[in-house]
């Protein structure tokens, strides 16, 4: 069993930066592929980024590849996810989520585990 939570959202403008982070319960997490994913009002939950145990690929959605970085320290069961060159249509919800999706990582049904969410608003 693993429990997320995430932190870090907020408003910010565009052109701004944040950091999420997605902090961990449990010895197993690092044994499980991290996802982070977004949905913004009146849309369906969207991948944004996951990373696999090592941390060594990733994975990125088209429309963040090159602003956002997504990494994860597994001594400390935590996650982030480093926004830069944020834009308007970035505002969002995000959810980090966690499980074993193989291939489809970007698959929001394959994952088990997921956090409560955290708003990012950005501002034009």
């Known amino acids: 069993q693993v429990q997320l939570v995430e932190s870090g959202g907020g408003l910010v403008q565009a052109g701004g930066s944040l950091r999420l982070s997605c902090a961990a319960s449990?010895?197993?997490?690092?044994?499980?592929?991290m996802g982070w994913f977004r949905q913004a009002p009146g849309k369906e939950r969207e991948f944004v980024a996951a990373?696999?145990?090592?941390?060594?690929?990733?994975y990125y959605a088209d429309s963040v590849k090159g602003r956002f970085t997504i990494s994860r320290d597994n001594a400390k069961n935590t996650g982030y996810l480093q926004m830069n060159s944020l834009k308007p249509e970035d505002t969002s919800v995000y959810y980090c989520?966690?499980?074993?999706?193989?291939?489809?990582?970007?698959?929001?049904?394959?994952?088990?585990?997921w956090g409560q969410g955290t708003q990012v608003t950005v501002s034009s």
């Open positions: 990373i696999k145990w090592l941390g060594v690929s990733r």
């Open positions: 989520a966690a499980g074993n999706p193989g291939f489809r990582y970007d698959d929001r049904g394959l994952y088990n585990y």
């Open positions: 449990g010895r197993t997490f690092s044994t499980y592929v």
